[in-house]
């Protein structure tokens, strides 16, 4: 039986533009046949027909830089701490759903606890949940003082963490091999140290001869390597050193771009987070007086180094750091192609051809869902709108009226945005604000008594006294 898809405009993935009314022909949950709608092939007996004919059709959006395991975490903490590996789990599945319904049929996870998100990967890969298809890696490597290494020396990196402390090249290379027996797909350094000068931003947490040593003995046993760098010393190493993607790269200088190009390393900016921080931080966030302003001057610093990065023939790739409070699943994934276009005087048309098209050599066996032709798998979205006239339609997952995957069309429940928090798992931020007697005068004083109570407070003493 055969599903034939009228297209009102079919987007590839590998033109830049859109052609008006074409086809597509599926079996077997691949594409058979595409062309122009006049020219296809009559329905048989048992054929299903959809009309799309007033929509836009194009291959399902991917994302390189999703972390399904932190759950909208708003603070380290939450990250790693607070929630059991197996909750992280379960909740991994939600965004990934999440995600699925905002359009992003592929996803790499670059950094989790445990072997939550390989795991997830493998329940979806066997067709156990609908969910989009996963690239994962595992706990990211990190040196002492490194990103990751963010509790006090007394406290380490807990073995829940997304972190892997590695204190020599022999742990290092020890700590690859682990996770490749445990079939992570991409193996994850952690390659920014301590803060520098203004210049360099940040020192790098591993030498050039240990970048090396940890990216040959990666790429022996078959991974990608992909890397977190902000810094232009550590960007520099891993470019050298041959990595597949440099995240961020803000204050990459011209001898990391003349090592990434010789090497064949592409950057994934994934800018969001700055924006969003940038844009939406309120003054009773804690970071509030601090990092918006961090965030500024990276993204101005980011413009500059980036651009010099692409006018020079750096691949570039998509990706949004979506996972994080400022960035919650299925929200705002998207806004990442609207600040490429805007930021980095990226086309449109170029944007939309990586996240449906060059996004999938960086994923597991990508090049079989990569672009919307005859042999290829039928994942597709359905959009109400022109992604290539205005490319924040894809930001309205309204707009987005249907999901396919392997020539099936999704339909998931609803889950919500705020992931719900269990009072065992929230982490124990109790005061946004110290409250001495001057401070307090400015508040009236809540209600004493049970009759003050919220829900949730009545939920929690209902819970303890069972």
Request: aromatic share 8%; net charge negative.
């Amino acid at each position: 039986m055969k599903t034939i898809i009228r297209c009102g405009k079919l987007f590839t993935g590998l033109a830049d533009t859109a052609e008006a009314d074409q086809a597509l022909v599926i079996e077997g949950g691949r594409i058979v046949w595409t062309g122009a709608y006049a020219a296809a092939p009559n329905p048989e007996a048992g054929d299903r027909f959809v009309d799309h004919a007033a929509r836009f059709v194009m291959p399902g959006l991917s994302d390189l830089h999703t972390h399904l395991s932190y759950g909208n975490a708003r603070s380290e903490e939450e990250v790693d701490l607070y929630a059991s590996l197996e909750y992280r789990a379960i909740r991994s599945l939600a965004a990934a759903q999440r995600m699925l319904k905002a359009g992003y049929t592929a996803i790499l996870d670059p950094a989790t606890a445990g072997h939550v998100t390989p795991a997830l990967r493998d329940a979806l890969f066997t067709g156990m949940f609908a969910g989009p298809r996963i690239t994962a890696a595992g706990q990211s490597l990190t040196s002492r003082q490194g990103l990751y290494d963010y509790y006090p020396s007394w406290i380490g990196c807990p073995s829940v963490s997304t972190g892997a402390l590695v204190r020599s090249p022999t742990e290092a290379i020890e700590e690859i091999r682990r996770q490749t027996k445990e079939g992570v797909d991409v193996i994850k350094l952690a390659m920014d140290g301590i803060q520098g000068d203004r210049k360099s931003g940040l020192y790098a947490g591993f030498t050039q001869e240990e970048t090396t040593a940890m990216v040959r003995e990666a790429k022996r046993l078959g991974r990608k390597v992909v890397v977190h760098v902000r810094g232009r010393e550590g960007a520099m190493y891993a470019a050298r050193a041959g990595v597949d993607i440099l995240y961020h790269a803000s204050r990459i200088d011209n001898e990391g771009i003349r090592a990434a190009k010789d090497m064949g390393v592409s950057i994934c900016p994934s800018l969001l987070l700055l924006v969003n921080n940038i844009e939406y931080a309120q003054p009773d966030d804690p970071s509030y007086d601090w990092w918006p302003g961090i965030n500024r001057r990276e993204l101005a610093d980011a413009k500059i180094n980036l651009r010099k990065a692409y006018d020079a023939g750096i691949p570039f790739l998509t990706g949004s750091e979506t996972g994080f409070g400022i960035t919650p699943y299925g929200e705002w994934s998207a806004k990442e192609f609207e600040i490429m276009v805007n930021h980095l005087g990226m086309s449109t048309a170029e944007v939309l051809r990586m996240a449906t098209h060059g996004n999938r050599a960086m994923l597991r066996d990508g090049d079989e869902h990569d672009s919307l032709v005859a042999g290829k798998r039928a994942d597709f979205i359905v959009v109400d709108g022109d992604p290539l006239a205005d490319i924040t339609v894809l930001q309205e997952r309204s707009q987005i009226t249907d999901v396919w995957m392997d020539g099936a069309r999704i339909d998931l429940p609803e889950t919500p945005v705020e992931i719900p928090r269990h009072q065992r798992e929230a982490s124990q931020g109790f005061w946004n604000r110290t409250y001495t007697r001057e401070v307090a005068r400015g508040y009236t004083p809540n209600p004493l008594g049970m009759d003050g109570m919220s829900k949730v407070e009545s939920t929690i003493i209902s819970e303890a006294a069972e």
